[in-house]
C-alpha cells in the first residue's frame, strides 16, 4: 500500500528540485548567450515585461547605470553590449541560491566578469545577481526582474561596456 500523503511530498519535493534546476539553467544561459552575441536567446530568458537594472554599489552608494522596463527595451539595449569575437569576455555565475514558491522563485548568486586583455585574462567586476523568476505559459522559468549589483569593477564604466549608445 502506497503512502499517499509521503508520495505527494515525494512528488513536491521533485518538483521543487526540477524548477531549480531549471532556474540555474536560466542563469547560465543568460551569460553564454551575452558573451557570444546570442540576441534572441539572451531576450528569450526574459518575461515580456522583466525589469533590468545595473547598479554600481559602494559602502555608501547606489549608482543606477542601466535600467529597462520591458523585453523590448532590452532588445534595443542587447546588440550594444560587448561580444565575442570582437570582445571575448566571461559572465560567470557562482554559488546560486534559489527559493521556489510555486510558479514563481527568487536567486541570488555571485557575478565575475573576466576579459581578455593585452597581457592575458583578467578580473573585469564582480558583485551579484538579484532575481526573480516566473514559470511561464509554455512551462519554463524566465527572468521577471534582475537587479545586478556590481561591487567592484577594474576601470570605470563607460557607455559601450553596459550596451549603451
Not at 130 to 149: K, N
Request: with cysteine.
Amino acid at each position: 500500500m502506497v503512502d499517499t500523503a509521503a508520495f505527494e511530498a515525494l512528488i513536491r519535493r521533485v518538483d521543487t528540485l526540477e524548477a531549480e534546476a531549471s532556474i540555474v539553467k536560466v542563469l547560465f544561459r543568460l551569460g553564454m548567450t551575452l558573451d557570444y552575441g546570442e540576441h534572441d536567446a539572451w531576450l528569450d530568458c526574459f518575461v515580456p515585461d522583466a525589469s533590468f537594472q545595473m547598479v554600481e554599489v559602494s559602502e555608501t552608494d547606489r549608482v543606477v547605470r542601466v535600467q529597462h522596463t520591458s523585453r523590448d527595451a532590452l532588445a534595443a539595449f542587447i546588440p550594444g553590449h560587448s561580444h565575442a569575437p570582437e570582445h571575448f569576455h566571461k559572465h560567470l555565475v557562482g554559488d546560486p541560491v534559489v527559493e521556489v514558491d510555486g510558479d514563481t522563485a527568487t536567486s541570488t548568486s555571485y557575478l565575475t566578469r573576466i576579459d581578455k586583455g593585452a597581457d592575458g585574462p583578467f578580473l573585469w567586476s564582480f558583485g551579484r545577481y538579484l532575481d526573480t523568476f516566473q514559470r511561464c505559459d509554455d512551462g519554463r522559468w524566465r527572468v521577471r526582474s534582475r537587479i545586478i549589483e556590481v561591487e567592484s569593477r577594474a576601470a570605470p564604466v563607460k557607455a559601450s561596456d553596459i550596451g549603451s549608445k
